[in-house]
């Protein structure tokens, strides 16, 4: 059996500003390490045996505090970054409404359909999310009782949700995923069992 510890990353400026983050290497604020840290003291789970992470910093640097916890390393990769957005990196959600309003009502209610220049799309990053996910469960799934942290972001920890859960990708915005999320799912035998979704009791 392996449980895997999903997470969200905590507040960065662009959140606070309403920008789109997509592969942007954004910050945390001050905020946003607070909840990495009260989530580090108030983890959900006593035993952990490996810690994954996008290689963003916002999500590395929130691994890192429960790292630095439990003496554990943080091993990134570029598999559980967030969507790139390709030409909305960076952009405001204000600035979209009044210059890609189109596009931007696509976002908000048919993201399976959204194509934007220089951007994966929903589909693509939820497969290449889910081929990396298989890949941390064959290598955890050894008999025993694994537990896995894996710190990503909030589209990519939707679209793995939606996949895991069998909900199609157009409602990918009825799943909240708040800063420092916690998603707790169990795999037996390729079998996903969720627990939790959305915690946020650390804070």
């Given at each position: 059996?392996?449980?895997i510890?999903?997470?969200?990353?905590?507040?960065?400026?662009?959140?606070?500003?309403?920008?789109?983050?997509g592969?942007?290497?954004?910050?945390?604020?001050?905020?946003?390490?607070?909840?990495?840290?009260?989530?580090?003291?108030?983890?959900?789970?006593?035993?952990?045996?490996?810690?994954?992470?996008?290689?963003?910093?916002?999500?590395?640097?929130?691994?890192?505090?429960?790292?630095?916890k439990?003496?554990?390393?943080?091993?990134?990769?570029?598999?559980?970054?967030?969507?790139?957005?390709?030409?909305?990196?960076?952009?405001?959600?204000?600035?979209?409404?009044?210059?890609?309003?189109?596009?931007l009502?696509?976002?908000?209610?048919?993201?399976?359909?959204?194509?934007?220049?220089?951007?994966?799309?929903?589909?693509?990053?939820?497969?290449?999310?889910?081929?990396?996910?298989?890949?941390?469960?064959?290598?955890?799934?050894?008999?025993?009782?694994?537990?896995?942290?894996?710190?990503?972001h909030?589209?990519?920890?939707?679209?793995?949700?939606?996949?895991?859960?069998?909900?199609?990708?157009?409602?990918?915005?009825?799943?909240?995923?708040?800063?420092?999320?916690?998603?707790?799912?169990?795999?037996?035998?390729?079998?996903?069992?969720?627990?939790?979704?959305?915690?946020?009791?650390?804070?």
């Open positions: 059996m392996v449980e510890i999903l997470i969200r990353h905590g507040l960065t400026l662009w959140n606070l500003e309403g920008r789109i983050q592969i942007s290497n954004t910050e945390l604020a001050p905020e946003g390490l607070r909840q990495a840290k009260l989530l580090a003291e108030k983890f959900p789970c006593d035993k952990v045996d490996a810690i994954y992470s996008s290689d963003l910093s916002r999500a590395k640097i929130t691994a890192q505090f429960l790292a630095d439990i003496n554990l390393p943080v091993q990134t990769t570029t598999a559980f970054r967030e969507v790139d957005f390709g030409e909305w990196d960076g952009k405001s959600f204000s600035d979209l409404e009044k210059f890609d309003a189109d596009r009502k696509i976002f908000h209610t048919q993201p399976d359909k959204l194509k934007l220049d220089g951007a994966e799309t929903f589909q693509q990053a939820q497969s290449r999310a889910m081929n990396r996910l298989k890949q941390v469960i064959d290598a955890h799934e050894n008999g025993g009782e694994n537990h896995v942290v894996i710190a990503a909030g589209s990519i920890n939707r679209l793995m949700l939606c996949a895991i859960l069998e909900i199609p990708i157009k409602n990918i915005w009825r799943l909240n995923q708040f800063n420092t999320a916690v998603n707790i799912f169990r795999v037996d035998d390729g079998n996903f069992t969720v627990r939790l979704i959305n915690g946020t009791a650390h804070l």
